[in-house]
């Protein structure tokens, strides 16, 4: 595996973990209303839409090389 598979497949990781934490910061935030969830949830979309970009980036260089 090369490293430009092995940086994809670790942004793909990363960014199913971030929806796993968003759904998971939103079950904890149901049952106990605390506000530091609605943080996790709000952390876990930043990070996931980060995510999106970087990987958009990253294949577009990959592409010109």
């Known amino acids: 595996m090369?490293?430009?598979q092995f940086h994809?497949?670790?942004i793909s990781i990363t960014s199913m973990?971030?929806?796993?934490?968003l759904y998971w910061s939103y079950m904890k935030w149901q049952a106990f209303y605390d506000v530091s969830?609605?943080?996790?949830?709000f952390f876990s979309v930043i990070s996931f839409i980060v995510l999106i970009i970087y990987s958009k980036?990253?294949?577009k260089k990959i592409k010109s090389i």
């Not at 973990?17 to 934490?21: E, I, K, R, V, W």
């Not at 969830?37 to 949830?41: N, P, V």
């Open 37 to 41: 969830y609605i943080l996790y949830m």
């Open 57 to 59: 980036a990253f294949l």
């Open 2 to 4: 090369s490293i430009n």
């Open 8 to 10: 994809l497949v670790f």
């Open 17 to 21: 973990f971030m929806l796993y934490f």
